[in-house]
């Protein structure tokens, strides 16, 4: 019998305003806690490597910028529960952490942002909400032997005609080289903005190969549970629930081989499964 591995999430909704201007990053505000280096405000910059955490909640105090940014390689940070609330606006990232591998960022709440997350290869975002986002709950790039699992991602609403995505990943290895896993996430919640001609997805992988399993992904009439385009050769599609959404599962262009096999697609608007048929080991529905 087929798992549904549809999980229950609650989400709030907020209006969100674009407010213009460029980026600016305070310097580092930290503490030494017990096991780990305590930021105690935002916006701070991580220079060092190491293990960091959050021991309080934290609000943005700026309009545009970003709140955490992480500029190296081997940095944890634990949320430890608490959250980080920016002002409900177009222009504010959560954590940022392109420019770095091997980052972890795990155990908490990020509202009221652009983008939730950003990190790079090597990277793990785990056990984190991310709600009330303008256009990407967790963005990775490059996705190269990430890990993206057990998030709740929710109420994904552009103020403007921007793409919309859940989860975003970009530029994995190609061939058969180590790709990305994204697993057992929630994303819901994620709409196109009215009007306009940019997509919403739940989870929109570009370039990139690897596995994608166990995930959650419904909208308000998003255009795209899970969109593969460019992809590598490698890209495995298991166990997901995809409903109320116009397309579940699309291949778009340049796809390459993607393999699917035992995803529950439930959707009252007709397209399901937009793969090529040998990619199908069975079990879909």
Not at 189 to 211: A, W, Y
Not at 219 to 245: C, K, M, P, Q, T
Not at 261 to 268: A, E, G, R, V
Request: net charge positive; charged share 15%; glycine share 12%.
């Amino acid at each position: 019998m087929k798992k549904n591995v549809v999980k229950s999430i609650r989400y709030s909704i907020l209006n969100l305003f674009i407010l213009a201007g460029v980026l600016f990053i305070a310097p580092a505000t930290t503490v030494f806690a017990a096991g780990c280096t305590s930021i105690v405000s935002v916006p701070t910059i991580i220079t060092v490597p190491g293990t960091y955490c959050l021991t309080s909640d934290l609000i943005f105090p700026n309009n545009y910028g970003i709140a955490i940014e992480i500029q190296v390689d081997d940095v944890s940070l634990d949320f430890k529960g608490f959250e980080l609330k920016g002002p409900g606006n177009n222009n504010i990232i959560g954590v940022y952490a392109a420019a770095g591998s091997n980052v972890i960022i795990r155990n908490g709440r990020i509202t009221n942002v652009r983008v939730g997350i950003r990190v790079g290869s090597s990277s793990i975002v785990e056990n984190m909400i991310i709600t009330n986002v303008a256009n990407q709950g967790v963005i990775v790039n490059p996705s190269n032997a990430s890990i993206i699992r057990n998030n709740v991602i929710s109420n994904i609403t552009p103020v403007a005609d921007n793409s919309v995505s859940g989860i975003l990943l970009l530029n994995c290895a190609s061939g058969t080289g180590t790709g990305v896993r994204v697993i057992d996430n929630v994303v819901s919640g994620f709409k196109g903005f009215q009007g306009g001609t940019r997509l919403s997805v739940g989870i929109e992988v570009r370039s990139c190969n690897g596995v994608v399993k166990g995930n959650s992904l419904s909208g308000y009439f998003g255009d795209y549970g899970i969109y593969i385009w460019y992809a590598g050769r490698h890209l495995i599609l298991e166990n997901n629930f995809v409903g109320d959404i116009a397309k579940e599962i699309v291949c778009g262009y340049f796809a390459g081989t993607v393999k699917y096999k035992d995803n529950l697609s439930h959707s009252p608007y007709g397209g399901k499964y937009e793969c090529p048929v040998s990619g199908d080991l069975g079990g879909n529905i």
